[in-house]
């Protein structure tokens, strides 16, 4: 079952600019990831927030999650040619399980 | 740091053999997982356990078993490899919230 869809599918921007892609998800969530994804490569964990909170900053990244409208945001500022990657959401649904639903990904490429 | 191996990173194997994918952590995570990545369609769930000798199924567990003997090992098999099992096959581990994935293993069936 896919919970998380992520939007743009396909970002391609400029050196040091913002990137910004969206997760829209459908029921309710316990907490929610971002994920990256090196070309052909596993996952690697960004950053968690949790249902009750807002926003959360690391380093160059920002997380926001707005529950109301099932969605949530991440900013990678001053983007980097090596932040070129794909970008997964996920979603856990029920407290405690620790078992995630991913998204299909927004691919971002930064041009150097 | 967590490191998750997957033994193979590319395998081809033949329509109706029975296949093995194997991976070890090495940090003491009761949780592993397996999901199997098509384009498209994202990250899908096939087995996970919390436990030695523990297994639920996933999403999508046709046509797929899984064994946990040892805390540190899961292995996905694959009963009888068909094409449409062809895909990039993710293991993960976690003691709680964050997976940490392996860099996964590239099947082909043939």
């Known amino acids: 079952s896919q919970q998380g869809e992520e939007d743009p599918q396909a970002l391609s921007i400029q050196e040091g600019e913002n990137a910004t892609m969206n997760c829209s998800y459908k029921?309710?969530?316990?907490?929610l990831q971002w994920y990256r994804q090196n070309s052909g490569r596993g996952l690697v964990h960004l950053i968690l927030?949790?249902?009750?909170?807002r926003e959360k900053h690391s380093g160059r990244l920002r997380v926001t999650l707005d529950t109301s409208k099932k969605s949530s945001s991440l900013l990678i500022t001053a983007s980097r040619a090596a932040d070129t990657a794909s970008y997964f959401c996920a979603t856990e649904t029920t407290s405690g399980t620790y078992k995630y639903i991913f998204g299909t990904g927004t691919r971002l490429k930064v041009l150097a | 740091d967590v490191k998750v191996t997957q033994s193979s990173r590319y395998l081809v194997k033949r329509t109706g053999e029975k296949v093995f994918l194997e991976c070890v952590q090495d940090?003491?995570?009761?949780?592993m997982f397996w999901y199997r990545q098509d384009p498209g369609l994202g990250l899908r769930l096939i087995y996970f356990?919390?436990?030695?000798?523990?297994?639920e199924k996933g999403d999508i567990p046709e046509g797929y078993s899984v064994s946990r003997e040892k805390k540190e090992r899961f292995s996905l098999i694959l009963e009888s490899a068909s094409t449409n099992q062809t895909s990039m096959y993710l293991c993960?581990?976690?003691?709680?919230?964050?997976?940490?994935f392996g860099s996964g293993t590239r099947l082909t069936v043939v």
């Open positions: 927030i949790r249902s009750n909170e």
């Open positions: 029921t309710s969530i316990n907490n």
């Open positions: 940090m003491d995570h009761e949780n």
């Open positions: 356990s919390y436990d030695v000798k523990m297994k």
């Open positions: 993960a581990s976690s003691l709680t919230y964050g997976y940490t």
